[in-house]
């Protein structure tokens, strides 16, 4: 029991770290006695717990939507609302700054604010691990909690320089009179990646096997390692064109996919539904980790009851990410020989789709969803069978869900693995397999069905053969046929996870946010009005209702045409972003914290683009 609800009461550890308005001169963090603390295992598991909760998120608690799915990244391609949509940031803010160790995004670059409350906090961990609890400890608990020390480090570091680019790098505590230290100029980031290399590959060799039930062990290392060397080793290849450290840091990848993969801990045994709508994942062997949701415990969040068909869901998902679905026979709908595999209406998209488009979205449209196309994913099948009465029991309503949240499943190590494994190969490394897709891409399209989605007639997707990949119409010419559907395998898997904006940001592919360019962006699904939602032919929807032909033609509601609103559903009012251009791959730090550094005799860059 004490490790089944290891997350229902790390909310509760006491934060060791107090705010401050100056972004760099926190108070000291030796609140707990040196003298008597630091003395063994317990006391570095403390510790070490109170990580869990910037890092092992989940669906995050009550109200909060940092890095929570759904309610934290919405921000992409894949979702749109009505009128215009979202901007990037488009000017220098007056302040960026933060020392709260509250877990907090950027929504926009889904991603930490300029806060080094986080840095600084494992290099005590590591100071204090190295100089007092060292000569309590054994040569393999010193080297496994400094593992996990170096883990979060490197962790914070890539989550900084996924927004920001090159960052100061502290390699270790320091007392707040180190001026020089404290108020260091920015580190460029190919040197700050090689830190958390290190720091990832030192805890990769030296963090238990087992540690405990839903613990940080080494096999949910290699599983962070994954992602994030997945994430750097592609930047570096796509925004840099550094060969020599894309290799590195993406073989890395792959050394912690295939431990992960060849361990024989993990498999894909559930239908994807249950992965998220389960009051209880213990047991499944698709999570490396996952966060335990408990209301006797006062931990609950409201994930669940943004997916329980009554409450509102804006932004939603829009037809580009439908139509990335593939159909049941493996390919795009375009060559599909799928019977009515081109009618896109959601009741055949349901029958004709990958088995994750009906696993992810409810299967009529609904008007709480600005594209009516409304994600249900992250509650279990009886949670929107409740939302036509609106009595709506207090598990799927409010911010008091306890359905427990994935924090790393095992498809996506195999998906982070194999987009490694065929990047390497377009670099001179070995060809991917069909032995090496069989094992990820073949072994998740062959998950199991529940009786809810079989009822539906939802069909399992052919596996990939790497002899018939298809040759998507929709294809950028500039990538490869495999990686393109191994990238397709990953917007089917993580709608409304954490991955698309930071994929399509390491891919170099922020364009895809353009609706100007990808007009899909701004429509939902075919739809008949009259037969599948006629509560939208009122009154107050006419000139506002539009739909568009397949000819392109635009058909305006006027309270007459009833019969012609058969069409794509053109959402409310929308349109495109203000024209942005390639600065918005990295975040500007603020004018005050400039300012700062100058007011102390320092310099602080400005990020390249928003000088």
């Not at 008597?36 to 669906?59: A, C, H, Q």
């Not at 020599?244 to 050394?255: F, G």
């Not at 829009?318 to 679905?325: E, G, I």
């Not at 609103?565 to 005050?592: C, H, N, S, T, W």
């Amino acid at each position: 029991m004490k490790n089944k609800i290891l997350f229902s009461i790390l909310f509760t550890i006491t934060i060791l770290i107090s705010g401050c308005s100056d972004v760099l001169e926190r108070p000291q963090l030796n609140d707990m006695n040196d003298d008597t603390f630091w003395r063994n295992e317990t006391d570095l598991r403390l510790f070490s717990n109170g990580f869990y909760i910037n890092y092992f998120v989940g669906y995050n608690n009550t109200w909060g939507v940092a890095y929570a799915p759904l309610r934290g990244y919405y921000f992409s391609d894949d979702f749109s609302n009505a009128n215009v949509q979202s901007n990037f940031e488009s000017s220098v803010p007056s302040s960026r700054g933060s020392t709260s160790e509250t877990p907090d995004m950027l929504t926009q670059y889904a991603g930490p604010n300029w806060n080094f409350a986080w840095v600084r906090k494992s290099n005590l961990f590591i100071n204090r691990i190295e100089n007092i609890a060292k000569a309590e400890l054994s040569d393999e608990a010193y080297n496994h909690w400094l593992g996990v020390a170096r883990f979060f480090k490197g962790f914070e570091y890539h989550r900084l320089v996924s927004v920001f680019g090159d960052v100061p790098y502290y390699e270790t505590s320091f007392e707040a009179t180190d001026l020089d230290q404290m108020y260091q100029d920015r580190t460029p980031r190919g040197e700050v990646m090689d830190h958390v290399y290190d720091d990832l590959l030192f805890a990769f060799n030296n963090v238990r096997l087992n540690d405990g039930a839903n613990v940080l062990n080494r096999y949910v290392v290699a599983g962070f390692i994954s992602r994030i060397m997945l994430f750097e080793g592609t930047w570096q290849k796509y925004h840099h064109n550094d060969q020599t450290r894309a290799k590195k840091y993406l073989e890395l990848a792959v050394a912690a996919g295939d431990f992960v993969i060849n361990s024989g801990n993990y498999d894909i045994t559930s239908d994807f539904r249950s992965l998220f709508g389960s009051q209880d994942l213990k047991g499944n062997k698709e999570m490396l980790m996952y966060r335990h949701y408990d209301a006797a415990q006062n931990v609950t969040h409201h994930v669940a009851s943004y997916s329980n068909g009554y409450e509102s869901q804006i932004p939603s998902a829009n037809l580009s990410l439908a139509k990335a679905f593939i159909c049941t026979d493996g390919r795009p709908y375009q060559l599909s020989s799928v019977e009515h595999a081109d009618s896109l209406n959601i009741r055949n998209m349901i029958r004709t789709r990958d088995p994750r488009f009906e696993a992810t979205f409810q299967d009529v449209p609904k008007v709480q969803s600005a594209t009516l196309l409304y994600a249900s994913k992250f509650i279990d099948r009886t949670g929107p069978t409740f939302w036509n009465s609106g009595n709506i029991p207090p598990i799927y309503s409010s911010n008091s869900n306890t359905n427990d949240a994935p924090v790393m499943r095992y498809s996506e190590v195999l998906l982070n693995w194999i987009e490694a494994k065929a990047e390497l190969a377009t670099m001179g490394g070995a060809a991917v397999t069909q032995t090496d897709i069989d094992k990820s891409v073949n072994k998740i399209r062959n998950r199991p069905l529940d009786a809810v989605a079989i009822s539906k007639g939802v069909q399992k997707t052919a596996p990939m053969s790497l002899a018939l990949l298809p040759d998507d119409p929709a294809r950028d010419p500039d990538v490869p046929a495999l990686i393109w559907e191994i990238r397709r395998e990953r917007r089917m898997e993580f709608v409304f996870e954490y991955s698309r904006l930071l994929d399509i940001k390491r891919w170099k592919k922020i364009r895809y946010m353009s609706a100007t360019e990808n007009p899909d962006n701004l429509l939902g699904l075919w739809i008949n009005v009259k037969e599948e939602i006629p509560s939208l032919l009122t009154s107050e929807k006419v000139n506002l209702l539009r739909v568009k032909k397949a000819d392109g033609t635009i058909v305006t509601y006027d309270g007459t045409n009833d019969e012609e609103m058969v069409g794509f559903y053109l959402i409310e009012k929308a349109a495109d972003r203000q024209a942005f251009d390639d600065r918005v791959y990295l975040a500007p730090v603020g004018k005050a914290q400039i300012d700062q550094y100058l007011d102390k005799g320092y310099t602080l860059t400005q990020t390249p683009g928003w000088n």
